[in-house]
């Protein structure tokens, strides 16, 4: 009933998970970097609550 369904939208899935776990993970990574920095590179404590 769905097979004429299901590649395509295999497809676009893959494609779309793929692209979008990438963004994500350098936005992941980006951020931890960026809130270690505050945190613990700077002695004046600017980052902390």
Known sequence: MFESMIPKSIRAMKFYYSTVYQEIWVGVAL???????????????????
Not at 31 to 49: C, L
Request: hydrophobic share 20%.
């Open 31 to 49: 951020t931890a970097y960026v809130y270690y920095k505050i945190s613990y590179g700077e002695p004046s404590g600017a980052g902390h609550h």
